[in-house]
């Protein structure tokens, strides 16, 4: 076999090599997982009232002054009511945790934190998912870990549980806490 | 039959302009409309990936359709003020034309790189072929060298001239 055929050969086997790294490397890569935009940024702005409060006007600045979870949250969301459990754990545990209720109805969201008690530090109402569109949201729940000064350190898509907690998010928000 | 089919036919016409009414925004032009039509066909919907949010009835496609509108005649933006708006808040997969830098070479002229690849060895291989097609009869046009190699290569042993 002349260098050349063989050069050629092996072209080809390292190009199919590469196919198959490619494919088998993309089934484990979950195409619904977005890279959040917003990562190392830091959270927007907004002037909108606490939840069930229309008067209380919260902003940005109420997040502030120590590392925090913001979870997007709706009572039209499945999802939401499984993960809801979870995040009264991580409240007992002394986890701040802020909510956007998005896109839902007072009532409804006032009720549901009654049923299913309230793990939320305060919840600003995000009716017409203004903050939510600022944020990148496109489906609740998710989780944002924000920094003492408000900026965006992580994002989770979907439901928080005890694996998703101490795989992907403690590490990211104990490493917030030390000084 | 007639008594089936003409409720039946009269409810297809009913359906008709139920679908077209999913939203409807009011244009001042032509123009305008052809250009929020073309916004939202080249706009990813984030949540349902494979569709853009012209067609996608999810919620947040809905919301991005508004949003696109209000920025298009109400702030008055430019296209690529309301791309830009939107890709800050859900990152370059939002657009179905993603931006050429460094992460994207590979997909902007990846296509072409191989395209190139494949020509230069078609033109590799046909050069070859017309080279051996010559046969003996050419032997005035080889080189001092490839009539050496050829001499070489008739001496060598049959097992070996086969590989």
């Not at chain 1, 109402?125 to 965006?152: C, H, K, Q, W």
């Not at chain 2, 859900?90 to 002229?109: A, E, M, N, Q, S």
């Not at chain 2, 001499?151 to 086969?162: G, K, V």
Request: hydrophobic share 40%; charged share 25%; aromatic share 10%.
């Amino acid at each position: 076999m002349s260098k050349a055929r063989l050069l050629a050969v092996c072209l080809v086997l390292a190009g199919v090599a590469g196919f198959a790294w490619m494919s088998i490397y993309g089934l484990h890569n979950d195409p619904r997982e977005l890279p959040s935009a917003l990562l190392d940024k830091p959270f927007p702005e907004f002037s909108q009232p606490a939840l069930g409060e229309p008067e209380r006007l919260l902003t940005r600045n109420d997040f502030l002054g120590r590392p925090a979870l913001v979870n997007v949250w709706a009572t039209w969301c499945p999802t939401c009511r499984q993960e809801h459990a979870y995040f009264n754990k991580l409240a007992a545990q002394g986890v701040p945790i802020y909510g956007i209720n998005y896109k839902d109805e007072e009532d409804k969201a006032q009720k549901w934190l009654l049923d299913l008690k309230d793990p939320y530090v305060m919840n600003v109402s995000d009716p017409r998912g203004s903050l939510g569109m600022n944020l990148g949201v496109y489906g609740a729940p998710e989780t944002f870990i924000i920094d003492s000064e408000g900026v965006i350190r992580f994002k989770y898509v979907g439901a928080v549980d005890d694996r998703v907690w101490k795989e992907k998010m403690a590490p990211v928000y104990e490493g917030l806490l030390k000084p | 039959m007639r008594k089936i089919l003409l409720p039946l036919l009269c409810s297809l016409w009913l359906s008709a302009p139920a679908m077209a009414a999913i939203d409807t925004y009011e244009f001042e032009t032509q123009a305008e409309q052809d250009r929020y039509r073309k916004l939202i066909e080249e706009l990813r919907c984030p949540k349902c990936q494979n569709q853009n949010i012209a067609d996608s009835n999810a919620p947040i496609s809905l919301d991005l359709r508004e949003e696109t509108f209000r920025m298009m005649t109400e702030e008055k933006m430019t296209d690529e003020q309301i791309v830009d708006f939107l890709v800050e808040r859900y990152g370059d997969f939002v657009r179905y034309k993603p931006p050429v830098d460094k992460r994207t070479l590979v997909l902007w002229y990846g296509p072409f790189a191989l395209l190139g690849f494949g020509f230069l060895m078609l033109v590799i291989i046909v050069v070859r072929r017309r080279k051996d097609s010559h046969g003996p009869d050419s032997k005035a046009s080889l080189s001092g060298d490839e009539q050496q190699r050829l001499n070489e290569l008739l001496n060598q042993p049959r097992e070996s001239a086969d590989k």
